[in-house]
Nanobody, 122 residues
């Protein structure tokens, strides 16, 4: 079993900052890509940023220049530093980790967290 748990969401004023964390745990052999997605009410879930095991990042256009993704491979953890937040960033933020297990070391499956709410007030 693999568990993915996000933390760090909350309420912040426009222009403020938040740092989200996501830790993967359980019977993990290896983690490939990790990433952050978000879903606002009435909208589809959308990509925010991803990072490979080697540190290559992909940041969505709406987040470029404001959000930074990073990871600590030793801790199976990924972070999202969000600066200059806008009301339109309000959403539930989900973490995804592509993990292989001890029982199946060479096949990667996506595991999602439960999400953490980020609310930006104007």
């Amino acid at each position: 079993q693999v568990q993915v748990v996000e933390s760090g969401g909350g309420l912040v004023q426009a222009g403020g900052s938040l740092r989200l964390s996501c830790a993967a745990s359980g019977s993990i052999f290896s983690i490939n890509d990790m990433g952050w997605y978000r879903q606002a009410p009435g909208n589809q879930r959308e990509l925010v940023a991803t990072i490979s095991r080697g540190g290559l990042t992909n940041v969505a256009g709406s987040a470029k220049g404001r959000f930074t993704i990073s990871r600590d491979n030793a801790k199976n953890t990924v972070y999202l530093q969000m600066n200059s937040l806008k009301p339109e960033d309000t959403a539930v933020y989900y973490c995804k980790a592509e993990c292989s297990s001890q029982r199946n070391r060479f096949t990667y499956y996506p595991y999602w967290g439960q999400g953490t709410q980020v609310t930006v007030s104007s």
